[in-house]
Structure formats: C-alpha cells, structure tokens
C-alpha cells in the first residue's frame, strides 16, 4: 500500500460505530492533500469577497480556516464549541437521513473528511472536506443560522415519521445548500453548495438565467430541484431571523396542506411569487 492510497482509506474508510463517526485522522494527510485544499481555498477566498454575505465570511475568520492547510477538526471545535456549542464530528461520507438528523438536533455537523481529487477541483457528486467545512462550518458560528440547522435536524426527524422528507429537503437545499440573502449591500450568498462552487458563486449573483424570488416557505417545499447542474432557481432571505421565524411553527399542517398541491419545476416561477430577477433562456 502506497502512502496516498493509507490516507485514502482513513478518511473515506467505514465506521464501526453506531453514529457512523470516525476519527479525521488530520496527521494521515499527505502534502498533495493539503495542497489542493489550498488551491480551492484560495480561488474561493478571491471570488467570494463582495459575493458571500457577511456572516459566512466572519464564519471563515473566526474559525481560523485558511489556505495553509485541511483544518484539523480539534481546532475548529474549540472555536465552534465556545461561540454557538456546535461541534464537527468526522463521517466517512453520506450517512442515513436518521443519523444526520440525530446529529444536528444535538448540534454536531457531520463533516466528510477525505479531499476530492485534482482532476475533480471544479466539480464533484458527493460531498468532501472542503464542501463540508468550508461551505457548511461557517456559517454554524452564527447564533441564529445555528439555532436553524438544530431546529432543522429535529425537524427532520419529524418529517422521517411524517413520511414528509422529501418536502423538507427541498428546505434545506433551497437554503442552508443554495440560499442568498439581501443585504443592505446587495445580494449575497450563504448557501454552502455555492461558497463551495467556483463556477456556481458568479453564476448565482451574476447570471442573467436562473430565477431569484423572494422566500417562500411553503412554496419551497413544493419545487423539485437539480442535483446536476447550476440551479434554475433561488429563493432568497432578507435576513436569518425571517429564516428562523417561519420555520418555527410546527410543520404537520404543512406537510397536510402540501398533498394536494402539485410540485412545481425548478425553472417555473407561480403567481404570488416576489419576483427579484426573472431568469431569461440564454
Ligand atoms: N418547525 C419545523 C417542524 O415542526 C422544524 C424545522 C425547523 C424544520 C427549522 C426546518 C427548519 O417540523
Ligand atoms: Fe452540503
């Protein structure tokens, strides 16, 4: 076994335990690891400045993340620790819809652990470490966005026994993955499937094609989304706190009033839409 293949396995190999942790392993990294870290996190540090909010970005600083190195998750945890009582537990990839959402309602965000490859900087299916901590971590150092992500985990348990997951995904792929937020400065991202997207961060903002209507609870949880390109749609927050607030009240009534309405299309914009920027076919 070659050096690269030892730390391959480590951070990608399968738990034993029962929550689906393992340990990130941080000394197992090899230079070519930290290296392409490096290289994302730089290009995303330019493109970022002036286009995520600013809570994503004293995320970054607070939590002593950089270009140098993969973080190790000791040293996050004890900034995280004491600013919201989150912690990162290392996962070695997609875990079960129960145990992400166990996770969360205790405030601990399952993180990969394992960086993608050279020839997958621009583009890769599953989350790695740096979609997962610096896309996701961020933003876990703000109180609100904080208290979300462990309603969200509760909700989802919830939602596990309602039968109603598929709505609530819709919810956090339309904000805590690809959300935006207006500020006084203008429109800015948060989402972490963005921060994390080279390509989708000037995209989202800057691109004449995709959809940007304003927050809509319900109507978020009735549009289908795509996994395998830029989105055709964003829906974006005036703040965290109208975040927080309408997704407070109990859901059940939700979920009930849902099945009877149709799902709509990821390009479709309804009636009673708060239309920011209707995307043109280009
Ligand atoms: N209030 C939601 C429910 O009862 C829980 C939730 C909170 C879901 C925040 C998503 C986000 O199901
Ligand atoms: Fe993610």
Redesign the pocket.
């Known amino acids: 076994m070659t050096p690269d293949e030892s730390a391959e396995t480590r951070h990608r190999g399968r738990s034993s335990r029962a929550d689906f942790t393992i340990d990130q392993d941080w000394s197992a990294y090899n230079a070519e690891e930290h290296a392409i870290w490096r290289t994302l996190f730089r290009r995303q540090e330019t493109l970022l400045r002036g286009r995520a909010c600013d809570e994503f970005l004293a995320g970054v600083a607070a939590l002593g993340v950089a270009a140098d190195a993969i973080p190790d998750f000791r040293m996050l945890n004890s900034v995280l620790e004491r600013r919201t009582r989150w912690s990162i537990v290392a996962v070695p990839g997609l875990v079960p819809d129960a145990i992400f959402f166990e996770h969360l309602a205790n405030r601990r965000f399952p993180s990969t652990c394992f960086i993608r490859r050279r020839d997958q900087l621009d583009y890769l299916q599953e989350p790695d470490v740096f979609h997962d901590l610096f896309g996701h971590v961020p933003m876990l150092t703000n109180p609100v966005f904080a208290d979300?992500m462990q309603?969200?985990g509760?909700?989802g348990l919830?939602?596990l026994r309602l039968g109603a997951l598929e709505r609530?995904a819709r919810?956090y792929w339309y904000t805590v993955e690809f959300g935006l937020i207006e500020t006084t400065a203008g429109m800015r991202i948060y989402g972490s499937g963005i921060v994390s997207s080279k390509g989708e961060s000037v995209y989202c903002l800057e691109d004449p094609r995709p959809n940007r209507l304003g927050f809509d609870l319900l109507r978020i949880m009735r549009t289908r989304y795509r996994i395998d390109d830029f989105q055709e749609t964003y829906f974006v927050i005036r703040g965290f706190e109208e975040l927080f607030e309408a997704?407070?009240?109990?859901?059940?009534p939700y979920y009930r009033a849902l099945q009877r309405l149709r799902d709509l299309q990821p390009s479709q914009i309804e009636a009673g839409d708060r239309v920011l920027h209707r995307g043109s076919p280009g």
């Open positions: 979300y309603a969200y509760e909700g919830k939602a609530l919810l997704t407070r009240p109990d859901f059940t």
